[in-house]
């Protein structure tokens, strides 16, 4: 039962990429309410189950029940407090902590999950750890100006380039604020750091319907003497939003840019905005051909 639980949960089709800020905001709100209501008709026992299997001895065991448990948790406060816990533990393998931290994402509402959440993203010791609980207040930074704020000053701020990055990663659903914009779009253009700078040309991905950030994706996107990342990012960036200077761009670098690697990614953002390499290099929701969620952002992560 456990193993058919683990394969269900891990299956993920694409669903076709949403054509504007409201809807891609919209996909978003629909999938969190369907995380939780996915598995409603499943037992206790199995549920009883994934628990028992959290004081497994063995830690990828642990880390794959804490993963199955993600559509109970915002159904019992007891199965969601027993997560918590997990995630809180000093003692505990850091890869259980990491998929703690995945797992409860989808109770983020919640205050003391995400205060530990948090917490552990500012002051933790260990960096995959903090990323990932950065990562994991995605939805709250669309919601809350106080964990946007939060997110906005580590993306600034953090001197850990892969928190940092987890931090911009964070706000990709919050990229329809000006003010998210701004940052982002400072990071973008101006950033010492490539890797950064390309993971926020993606958090911009649903902010395309603004002018400005399309113009940022333009004008990086012509730029032969640009980083090869950030450049590659830009051009398919225009996978969203494909206008008539934008469908120009990309075909002059199609059919005449000297880098194969940037002429592929033009022929990618022109013909196949569907495709699974733009829904995991943008961190997209996923759903099936009827329109049901099948997976997270987080999920890849």
């Known amino acids: 039962m456990t193993t058919w639980l683990v394969a269900t949960v891990l299956a993920s ?25 996915a598995f409603r008709a499943a037992s206790w026992n199995e549920e009883e189950t994934l628990l028992d299997l959290l004081r497994d001895q063995n830690a990828e065991v642990r880390r794959q029940a804490v993963r199955s448990l993600k559509p109970w948790v915002s159904q019992r406060s007891s199965t969601r407090d027993r997560v918590l816990d997990v995630f809180k533990s000093v003692s505990e393998d850091l890869s259980v902590r990491r998929e703690a931290a995945k797992t409860l994402s989808v109770v983020s509402t919640y205050n003391d999950v995400r205060d530990a959440l948090l917490d552990q993203a500012r002051r933790g010791f260990d960096a995959g750890l903090r990323a990932i609980s950065y990562k994991a207040l995605y939805w709250q930074a669309s919601q809350r100006s106080d964990v946007r704020d939060d997110l906005m000053d580590a993306a600034r701020r ?10 911009i990663w964070g706000l990709f659903l919050a990229s329809q604020d000006n003010r998210v914009q701004d940052v982002l779009k400072d ?7 490539q890797n950064a700078r ?14 400005d950030v399309r113009d940022l994706a333009y004008d990086l996107a012509r730029d032969t003497n640009e980083n090869a990342s950030v450049r590659r990012t830009a051009i ?48 997209l929701i996923r759903r099936d051909h009827n329109g049901a969620l099948v997976s997270d952002p987080l999920d890849a992560e």
């Open 158 to 167: 953090e001197s850990d380039p892969a928190v940092r990055r987890a931090a």
């Open 13 to 37: 089709p694409a669903f076709a990429a949403p054509s504007s800020d409201a809807s891609f905001f919209s996909a978003v709100a629909g999938a969190r309410a369907e995380i939780g209501a």
């Open 187 to 193: 990071i973008a253009k101006r950033d010492f750091d």
């Open 236 to 283: 398919l960036l225009h996978s969203n939003r494909v206008m008539s200077r934008q469908k120009d761009l990309l075909e002059e670098i199609a059919t005449r840019d000297q880098s194969p690697v940037m002429r592929s990614a033009a022929i990618l953002a022109l013909g196949n905005p569907r495709s699974d390499e733009l829904f995991a290099h943008f961190h």
């Open 198 to 211: 390309a993971e926020a040309l993606k958090s911009l991905y649903g902010g395309m319907g603004h002018p």
